[in-house]
């Protein structure tokens, strides 16, 4: 069968370092304004010269099936637009967009042009994620009635550079913006999507005059249609290490959680306490990475997560079935934190959040 054609916008190159491994893709394409970065990407890649672009239409022109949009948030919808209506499946990198009009923007090109898009949540394919999701599937937690998701990060560097003091794009990113590393995997795992939003958090202490991508910690509260709370708190200048992706899920049966030490050789400490089959709380090591993957899995980023996210993209295509995180999906974790925001700016009021499909 013939190979799908892949090119890729932006700088990681996880990606596309797992789309050139899969039998069933190829990569023909990258680009990226900046020259040098480019030219890393092409040495990284083996490519040729006649495969690099710094120009995102002349790079839109080369015949290809996918494109990776790896690109700061801002371009993200815009870029993946332009590839949609020009006939290309798109993944691309969290979040989906920067403001309410442009997810919407996104869900109707996808829908008028019957191209695939996933969003990359790679939280969404961390193994003990998949876990959770099996046994809340099968209801071994009962009906989910509340979960917290955190992700708490310390990245002054990549907010303004240390050498030249430029401000970089995270600069204007309102750390809520980004929740869907927590958020997205918490909403995939309860099928469900949020309604409501209220949010704290407005003070910026530790780099003070920059802009609201400083704000020390913002605090979400989510209502779902389903009728369950979220919790997720987001902080990217905090004071405290190590960083950290914490999740905990309260059902009705029982509880699960991983730690806030983030992971040790791959492993989360956490706990699981189902009633009826525990007496206390089991104390569980939760893996980062599927232990029976096989060894090319590993070679993407994030442990194993972003090959079975690029394992399933491809097979939505091959097979011309719904992405496990589809367009509605991918706007449905983006879209809270934007409307968090907002509502934090406002005074902590509550707001309605749109669902677009
Ligand atoms: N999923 C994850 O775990 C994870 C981790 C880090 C970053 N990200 C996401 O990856 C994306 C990129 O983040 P980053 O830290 O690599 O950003 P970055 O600022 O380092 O930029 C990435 C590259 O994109 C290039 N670029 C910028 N604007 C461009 C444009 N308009 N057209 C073409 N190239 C352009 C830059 O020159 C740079 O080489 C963001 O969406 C971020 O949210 C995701």
Known sequence: ?????????????????????????????????????????????GLKSSQCFQNYDDFLKVDMDIVVIGTPIPFHAEQSIKALESGKHVLSEVTAANTVEDCERLVRTVK??????????????????????????????????????EYVHQIRHLIRNPETGQLLWRANRPP??????????????????????????????????????????????????????????????????????????????GCVENGRLGFRDGVSKGILYIEGEDEVAREVDWQLSDPNAPEEARRGGHGTSEYYLVRDFIDSIVNDTKPPIDV??????????????????KGNVWLDVPHFE
């Open 176 to 253: 809520i913006h980004y929740c869907s590393h927590s958020l997205g995997p918490l909403l995939m795992m309860l099928d469900d999507y949020v309604v409501k939003a209220t949010a704290s958090g407005r003070e910026a202490n530790i780099m003070p005059g920059v802009g609201v991508g400083t704000i020390d910690m913002q605090v979400a509260i989510f209502e779902t249609r389903r009728g369950a709370t979220i919790k997720i708190l987001r902080s990217q200048v905090v004071a405290r290490e190590p960083p950290f992706h914490f999740y905990t899920i309260y059902g009705t049966k």
């Open 328 to 345: 509605v999906r991918g706007v449905d974790m983006t879209i809270p934190g934007l409307i968090a925001h907002e509502a934090a700016m």
């Open 112 to 149: 008028k042009t019957g191209m695939k898009y996933m969003l990359a949540e790679n939280m969404c394919y961390v193994h003990f994620i998949r876990e959770w999701t099996q046994m809340i599937r099968e209801g071994r937690l009962g009906k989910i009635y509340y979960a917290e998701g």
């Open 1 to 45: 069968m013939r190979r799908l054609k892949v090119g890729h916008v932006g700088g990681r190159t996880g990606y596309a370092h797992l789309f050139n491994i899969h039998p069933g893709t190829e990569l023909v394409a990258i680009c990226d304004i900046d020259r040098g970065a480019l030219e890393r990407s092409r040495r990284t890649l």
